[in-house]
């Protein structure tokens, strides 16, 4: 029987590839894990999983998978926080691990701030199953991925002599507290930054408390002016 009739494409045939799914949303690491975790059929095996940062970095230490899909917004510092702490992997010699961000956020800093900490694409949760396949593989064989518009983003960052390669101040500040920022800036009072987040209040005000002491900043008005200066709004 040939690869098309079993539904198995000729890459996934010959092929395996262990990946780590990397997602706070635990009904999505199972769709995604029904997806494309038919390891028969697409050629992926899903060999662990994880909700947070901590529990990222134990896994992918633990599995030393191929590939991880890594999504940005993590509990315990985001992706960017599970890339710096797994560089010694990403730089190994020999099968090093590679990470690519499957997120649904489309934001620009968000795509390069990925991209800056040593992720090799970066896919939005539009993405279809096959798609996503095919994106695992080129991964793991060093490719760089991107769905289409971000890769703009990624060009125009590195591309730009106008514009600092880094951002010092924006750096200090955890993807989480990058988040509450950006809220607070848009006007969202902690409660309903709490329910969008699905953090506490009392966790919203320590990352407002942590971002002014990081920036130096006296109260969120000075916060906002910050940020829509920076274009973060």
């Not at 134990?58 to 797994?86: F, M, Q, S, W, Y």
């Not at 695992?136 to 060093?142: A, S």
């Not at 924006?170 to 006007?187: F, H, K, N, P, S």
Request: aromatic letters at 4%.
């Amino acid at each position: 029987m040939t690869a098309e009739e079993t539904g198995q494409d000729e890459g996934a045939a010959g092929r395996r590839v262990r990946v780590v799914l990397v997602d706070d949303h635990r009904m999505f690491r199972t769709g995604v894990q029904a997806e494309i975790g038919r390891t028969d059929v697409t050629g992926v095996e899903v060999v662990g999983e994880a909700a947070d940062v901590d529990q990222a970095v134990t896994v992918i230490t633990a599995t030393r998978p191929e590939v991880v899909l890594l999504d940005v917004h993590l509990p315990g510092g985001g992706g960017v926080e599970v890339l710096r702490r797994c560089a010694s992997l990403m730089a190994a010699s020999e099968n090093p691990v590679r990470f690519l961000a499957l997120s649904v956020s489309d934001a620009a800093e968000d795509v390069i701030g990925v991209i800056r900490g040593g992720a090799r694409g970066y896919v939005t949760k539009t993405i279809t199953g096959a798609d996503l396949v095919d994106s695992v593989f080129r991964v793991q064989d060093g490719d760089a991925v991107f769905s289409p518009r971000l890769a703009g983003f990624v060009l125009d960052a590195f591309a730009s002599t106008d514009a600092p390669p880094v951002d010092e101040d924006l750096d200090r500040l955890t993807q989480r507290e990058r988040e509450v920022l950006r809220l607070i800036a848009r006007g969202y009072a902690y409660k309903e930054i709490a329910k969008q987040l699905f953090i506490s209040v009392k966790t919203v005000e320590s990352h407002v408390s942590a971002v002014l002491r990081k920036l130096q900043l006296s109260n969120r008005h000075e916060l906002t002016r910050w940020a829509t200066a920076r274009r973060l709004v």
